[in-house]
C-alpha cells in the first residue's frame, strides 16, 4: 500500500463514452501527477497539479481534463477517446519543495488499466 | 535533464546480488541520480536516490563513480519478487514550490531466476 489509491482499476469504454479516474493520497503531499504508460513505452508525464494549480500539460489532448479539486484528489475526465488512447494511467504524488533528503520521491498508484473500444 | 542509458535487460540468479548499471554521462553538477522500479501491472516504486556520494537503505545500494558520469544500483541478495523493470532518473532537486518532473526512460527488465 503506498498511500495512493486509483479507481476503477479496469475500465471499458466506447469512444462517445464520458468516465473519469479518481485518485486520492492520503500522505499529506502537496502534488499530483497523471502519467500514462502504453504497452511496450515508457511513462508519459501528462499532468502535474502544484498547490492544486496545474503547473504542467504535456501536450495532452482536450479530450483528456484533469481537476484537482483539493490537494488529496485528482481525476482524469476521459470524453471522445480513441482506441489509442488504451493504456495504463497512473497517478503520483510527491511533496514538492522538500528539503529533506529524499523529500522529492513520488508515490505512485496502482494504476487503471484504461480499455477503449 | 541529462539522458540515461540502461541495458534493456538483465537476468540475476536468486540470492545473488543484481548489478544494474546506469550511464549518464552528460550529468551536471546539480543533479541527482534516482531509481525506481516497476513491478508488472503496479505504479513505480521509489528505491534510492544520490548525488555523488554511495547510498545505502533497506531496498539497495547506489553506487556512482567519481565522475558521476555512470552509477550501478545494486540489491545485494536478489529475491524472485525484485523481478521487475528498473529505472535510472537524473533530475535536478525540486525547488521551493516546484513540483518533481521525472521522465522515465524504458529502464533495465531484471528477471531474477530460480
Known amino acids: 500500500e503506498t498511500g495512493v489509491t486509483q479507481t476503477p482499476r479496469h475500465l471499458v469504454m466506447g469512444m462517445t463514452n464520458k468516465k473519469s479516474l479518481k485518485c486520492e493520497q492520503h500522505?499529506?503531499?502537496?502534488?499530483m501527477y497523471w502519467y500514462k504508460q502504453s504497452a511496450k513505452k515508457p511513462l508519459e508525464l501528462m499532468f502535474v497539479?502544484?498547490?492544486?494549480?496545474?503547473?504542467e500539460n504535456n501536450s495532452v489532448p482536450s479530450r483528456f481534463s484533469p481537476e484537482c479539486p483539493n490537494s488529496s484528489h485528482l481525476f482524469l475526465h476521459l470524453h471522445t477517446l480513441q482506441p489509442e488512447d488504451s493504456a495504463l494511467y497512473l497517478c503520483?504524488?510527491?511533496?514538492?519543495?522538500?528539503?529533506?533528503?529524499?523529500?522529492?520521491?513520488?508515490?505512485f498508484g496502482s494504476g487503471t488499466q484504461l480499455s477503449v473500444l | 535533464d541529462a539522458k540515461t542509458t540502461q541495458p534493456p535487460s538483465m537476468d540475476c540468479a536468486e540470492g545473488r546480488a543484481a548489478n544494474l548499471p546506469c550511464n549518464h554521462s552528460?550529468?551536471?553538477?546539480?543533479?541527482?541520480v534516482y531509481w525506481y522500479r516497476q513491478i508488472h501491472s503496479q505504479g513505480p516504486q521509489y528505491i534510492i536516490h544520490?548525488?555523488?556520494n554511495n547510498e545505502t537503505n533497506e531496498m539497495a545500494s547506489l553506487i556512482i563513480t567519481e565522475d558521476r558520469k555512470s552509477s550501478t544500483l545494486i540489491l545485494p541478495h536478489a529475491t524472485l519478487r525484485d523481478t521487475a523493470v528498473y529505472y535510472c532518473i537524473v533530475r535536478v532537486r525540486g525547488r521551493i514550490q516546484g513540483a518533481q518532473k521525472l521522465v522515465f526512460g524504458q529502464g533495465t527488465r531484471l528477471t531474477i531466476n530460480p
Open positions: 503520483a504524488s510527491s511533496q514538492a519543495g522538500s528539503g529533506a533528503p529524499g523529500g522529492e520521491k513520488l508515490f
Open positions: 552528460t550529468i551536471s553538477g546539480n543533479e541527482y
Open positions: 500522505l499529506g503531499h502537496n502534488a
Open positions: 544520490g548525488l555523488k
Open positions: 497539479y502544484n498547490f492544486k494549480e496545474q503547473t
